[in-house]
């Protein structure tokens, strides 16, 4: 006859088998259960998320440690390395090997199946491990190191040839064919820290204080709200220190800061189609490409963007994302929220942030502000200025 203390621990231990089980099933790691389980057919016991075939259910015994399966004659697997802890990943070790063998053969070429080759896995295996991990592909991993390569021969002072070489690509017409996603300006532009480059701008009043639209000849490469037109010229310098900036505006460029502008005073005019002329990692392009998808009048919480945009648990890095956009309202990062429901940071100010979500018909939690305070005009005390940074170069911005 079983004890009053045993029936009560009989439910608990069936409910952990039972959860120990699909994880062994689904091959989902354990972040806080140290548990392994053994083979009985091949006396060898593994991870939950091991890339073995999953035995039958009758051949796997569970145990809280690894030490209790040694001591209960089970030897560790030598593919997913069980007595290694927690905190080791079989699959996150062959992608840190990859990218250390893609960073280091810059200059060399190496393709899907060498490096499968070189961490032990199979090309489809280590394609799609490597994806589910980071985001991106080997390729596009590949591609984002050669640019940076490039970039930083560049700034040595080397020439456009000497640098694409030294990047690993053979192709002359490369810097030329891809100058916005590799540079975000021409290649002797970039070496030469876009000295001389034309920007034109406009400046608008808005309900939430003046903005200031800029753009080069392939499109916006800044939009800044700011208290007043001082401000918003001292930013865009400090942005574009070596630049040609312009206080007049084409046809094209008053069109824009008026279609901006009126998206905040008449609601609701779309900003999708403006062409937009900046430089961004694939880390940060995949983020501004997904805040852009938010329609108006709605919010996603960090977390949510950095799921969507293929980076589950980078809450943090999507918030240092947000505020080094250059393109306010183009890029609404106002619409992205803390898990709390309550505002975050913004680069322009927060004053500025709860008041575009009120105009937008949201309005998120805030301790330290009454409505008032919201909809009151913007000034220069709202908030502190964009952070100073480089030509080109990206600003750490707020810390949420």
């Not at 947000?322 to 927060?350: F, K």
């Amino acid at each position: 006859m079983m004890t009053a203390a045993a029936l009560e621990m009989a439910p608990r231990v069936g409910s952990i088998e039972v959860e120990r089980q699909e994880r062994v099933d689904r091959r989902l790691p354990s972040r806080t259960d140290p548990f392994v389980y053994g083979v009985r057919s091949t006396r060898i016991y593994c991870r939950p998320d091991c890339p073995s075939r999953r035995p039958a259910p009758g051949q796997i015994v569970f145990f809280d440690s690894p030490p209790e399966a040694v001591a209960s004659g089970f030897r560790a697997c030598r593919r997913c390395r069980p007595e290694r802890g927690l905190g080791y990943s079989p699959q996150l070790e062959a992608v840190e090997a990859a990218c250390r063998l893609l960073g280091s053969s810059v200059g060399d070429p190496i393709d899907l199946s060498k490096l499968s080759r070189q961490v032990g896995y199979s090309p489809s295996h280590l394609q799609r491990v490597f994806t589910g991990l980071l985001g991106i592909s080997p390729k596009q991993y590949r591609n984002a190191v050669r640019s940076g390569a490039f970039r930083a021969e560049l700034r040595r002072g080397r020439s456009v040839r000497a640098s694409t070489y030294a990047a690993g690509r053979r192709s002359l017409s490369w810097p030329y064919s891809e100058p916005t996603d590799v540079l975000g300006m021409g290649a002797r532009e970039f070496r030469e820290g876009g000295r001389d480059v034309p920007i034109h701008y406009q400046t608008r009043q808005t309900a939430v204080g003046r903005i200031l639209v800029a753009a080069t000849a392939r499109g916006i490469c800044h939009v800044g709200l700011g208290g007043s037109e001082d401000e918003l010229r001292a930013n865009l310098r400090t942005e574009f220190p070596n630049a040609s900036l312009k206080d007049f505006a084409p046809g094209r460029l008053a069109r824009w800061a008026d279609q901006i502008a009126g998206s905040l005073d008449r609601g609701r005019l779309p900003l999708s189609d403006l062409p937009l002329d900046i430089r961004a990692t694939t880390f940060q392009a995949r983020v501004w490409r997904s805040i852009r998808t938010i329609p108006r009048g709605r919010t996603r919480t960090y977390r949510e963007v950095a799921e969507q945009a293929g980076y589950p648990g980078s809450a943090r890095a999507v918030a240092r994302a947000c505020a080094t956009n250059p393109t306010a309202l183009l890029i609404p990062c106002h619409r992205v929220i803390r898990a709390d429901r309550g505002p975050g940071g913004y680069r322009w100010g927060i004053t500025r942030k709860i008041a575009l979500l009120s105009s937008e018909g949201h309005a998120p939690k805030s301790r330290d502000m009454e409505l008032s305070d919201v909809l009151a005009p913007a000034s220069t005390s709202e908030g502190t200025p964009p952070p100073r940074r480089t030509s080109r170069s990206r600003s750490t911005g707020d810390r949420r």
